[in-house]
């Protein structure tokens, strides 16, 4: 029995009971773990012993647990403990659309094309992924207490993908299109349908069908054609009852190709309301298909008058839907018996701010297509966008705001980086400049300001206007990102390999320097290749009391790879002995992970040197060094390589890892004692093998 205060899995716990549906319950409760408020979904018990309903709800977490969107409801997790089935998702705080429809009775245009423009992106990039809803209804429609619109409970979502011809017609029966009805075939416009019959209902307040059976409007559905808003309505302008209207298109074919060209004709209705822009097309009546006479269709909708029929002689009906079905499941509700003024003001703000940006949007195209801009714009500057197709899950609740980082002074890789860790996106942008090639001389947003996660930075870094910027050459094959390479003058060095979440095995993740740099013709790149995502973890060893080389070697063991080292006074540790590590012993983490660790400097009475890093200080002193000299001569040659940095008259191993000829060129990132110069020398199985380098430190704030 789940109650409040119960534990799931030794991190969520349990508050209290926000919903049921017709296959679980949903309970508001706490990440302990991250310290943030989620919504559980857990599998009842009389579900939970069968293995089809089990399947069954574990594909809908994996059919959504790939999607992050502002318009969709996140899932961070999903799993089983002591034999509870559950679904950790974001609690969205807010009303169904279906309950603020009700409070209305109807909505106002603004708002109905701001709600139905977000829906459709919810669902485009639903399909974009090759998952199909099957049930898009306002009950499954949740608006925020900030007026943000999401898509929620993918119940009976499958992979588009798997082509299954539903055995029954599934969803509620007042939102399903006419293939669901019949028990075909249904796929993303089966959604743009249901999407059609909730702008319908927003627009007038009620369902385009009505009846007293399931069978009855589901019938309604194949045979009959809605009343059009623009009768029913005359202050519904004409753009939105016939862009509803080809949403609710019987045959499949006449409907919207796909949502994003739905959302193209709902935008354009803000600024032309009374425009003859949505294209209908009518249906080649060579059908065989028996019209029935008003006469028969009243007795098929009226269960008193409707006939007995043998059971062998019966059509296969749409089965009736429980009413517990009915229930929003994922959603969270609050205050559901009344609107809050507050909120409708929101939404009214918000409509009006969209219905602006829209119009705004469609004079800057227009103006675009007529060369308005093109007058001024600098030839020399080049633009690179750096993008991934999977984003990170958020580490905080999906409203949270991030700070953006001061990236000015740093290279672009350093600067993409930094943004990667607040889950920012990146734009590169070169200029010309005085500046050191690569450097970053300025950004938008600027820094400290706070933005959403996934927001895009633009980076503006300096080009000289005799170098060449290196190309997005992402998910190409190698040879064809050598052939780009060497058609701009650049010279391929060579190959490495890395993991990549975002690109498939095989194809190009990335370049050393990294794409978007400004370099040299002729200057020499190293293709990165993808190894795919890291899908293996290992546990943690355990490196506390160890000197700093047998750490590293015990790190190296599992595949783990040391990373920033601290210094500290201890009266337990002797020097030279780690006493802290940033991963706690047993903790199973991702092969490559790097694990941070504190050296001891013995008794602080006895210490003759100062710590690299004093445990008050607020900075490191960080370098990156990139060696392209292949201390193996052959493919497939391996051994232990370590590299020995002397800075201010000491020495000290900074990188200790068993490597392959296959891992050069490698960039190192090492850390000193201050921001003064240092020298590196690199060790193969603990003999020196190569020159020494420079290396420049910087003062990087923690």
Not at 494 to 523: A, L, R
Not at 598 to 623: C, H, M, N, R, W
Request: a negative charge; charged letters at 30%; glycine letters at 6%.
């Amino acid at each position: 029995m789940v109650s409040p205060g119960m534990l799931i899995s030794e991190r969520y716990e349990i508050m209290d009971k926000v919903g049921s549906g017709g296959m679980a319950d949903v309970y508001s409760a706490k990440d302990l773990r991250l310290n943030r408020h989620i919504a559980i979904k857990i599998l009842k018990q009389e579900y939970s012993s069968d293995a089809k309903f089990v399947a069954k709800f574990r594909a809908e977490a994996q059919s959504v647990a790939g999607l992050s969107h502002p318009n969709i409801v996140n899932v961070y997790d999903v799993g089983e403990d002591a034999g509870l089935y559950y679904i950790v998702m974001e609690l969205v705080e807010g009303i169904t659309l279906k309950k603020f429809i009700e409070s209305k009775g109807k909505l106002e245009i603004n708002e109905v094309i701001g709600i139905g423009i977000q829906i459709a992106q919810g669902i485009d990039e639903a399909h974009k992924n090759h998952i199909i809803h099957r049930d898009i209804k306002p009950q499954n429609i949740i608006i925020s207490k900030e007026g943000k619109v999401k898509v929620t409970d993918f119940g009976i979502a499958k992979a588009a993908t798997s082509n299954t011809i539903t055995s029954n017609a599934m969803g509620s029966v007042h939102y399903i299109s006419p293939e669901q009805a019949r028990g075909g075939y249904s796929d993303a416009k089966s959604d743009i349908y249901s999407l059609g019959v909730t702008i319908y209902e927003m627009l007038s307040g009620k369902v385009p069908f009505e009846g007293e059976s399931t069978v009855s409007v589901a019938f309604a559905h194949v045979h009959e054609a809605p009343v059009p808003l623009s009768e029913l309505d005359s202050s519904i302008p004409m753009s939105l009852s016939r862009i509803v209207q080809k949403c609710m298109q019987k045959k499949p074919d006449f409907r919207y190709e796909n949502a994003e060209a739905l959302i193209l004709d709902l935008r354009r209705a803000v600024s032309e309301p009374d425009g003859n822009y949505v294209v209908i097309e009518e249906p080649v009546t060579d059908s065989p298909t028996i019209k029935l006479s008003d006469d028969m269709i009243k007795t098929i909708k009226d269960p008193q008058n409707r006939p007995q029929v043998r059971a062998q002689e019966r059509p296969a009906p749409v089965k009736e839907q429980k009413k517990e079905e009915e229930k929003p499941v994922a959603p969270v509700e609050f205050d559901d018996t009344k609107m809050d003024p507050k909120l409708e003001r929101i939404l009214k703000i918000c409509s009006g701010i969209v219905a602006v940006i829209i119009v705004v949007v469609l004079i800057l195209l227009i103006a675009k297509v007529m060369g308005v801009f093109e007058h001024g714009k600098k030839a020399d500057s080049s633009e690179v966008t750096t993008s991934a197709s999977k984003e990170p899950e958020a580490s905080a609740d999906a409203n949270a705001l991030v700070e953006v980082p001061n990236l000015v002074g740093h290279d672009i890789e350093e600067a993409q980086k930094m943004l990667e860790e607040k889950n920012l996106k990146s734009v590169l942008e070169g200029k010309e400049s005085d500046k050191p090639v690569n450097e970053v001389i300025d950004q938008d947003p600027p820094a400290g300001k706070e933005v959403e996660e996934y927001t895009v930075v633009t980076i503006y870094y300096s080009v000289d206007k005799d170098d060449v910027v290196i190309p997005d050459v992402t998910k190409k094959s190698p040879e064809e990102a050598q052939r780009m390479l060497e058609e701009l003058g650049l010279l391929v060095s060579g190959t490495t390999s890395q993991y990549s979440d975002s690109v498939d095995e095989g194809e190009v993740c990335g370049t050393n320097p990294v794409i978007g740099s400004s370099v040299k013709k002729g200057s020499s790149v190293t293709i990165v290749i993808s190894k795919g995502p890291k899908n293996e973890t290992v546990p943690v060893p355990n490196i506390v009391g160890r000197s700093e080389a047998v750490a590293l070697e015990k790190l190296n063991e599992v595949n783990l790879e040391g990373g920033k080292v601290t210094y500290a006074y201890s009266d337990t540790y002797v020097k030279g002995r780690i006493i802290k590590q940033s991963k706690k012993a047993g903790t199973r983490v991702e092969q490559g992970t790097r694990i941070d660790y504190t050296v001891s400097l013995g008794p602080k009475e006895e210490a003759t040197e100062a710590p690299t890093e004093a445990p008050e200080d607020k900075y490191i002193y960080e370098a990156t060094i990139t060696i392209n000299a292949n201390p193996f001569e052959y493919e497939g040659e391996e051994g232990m390589i370590k590299l020995i940095l002397t800075q201010d008259g000491k020495s000290k191993a900074v990188f200790s890892k068993k490597m392959s000829y296959s891992d050069f060129p490698y960039k190192f990132t090492i850390y000193g004692w201050s921001d003064n110069n240092g020298t590196v020398k690199m060790c193969r199985d603990d003999k020196e093998i190569a020159d020494s380098w420079n290396v420049e430190f910087r003062k990087v704030a923690k």
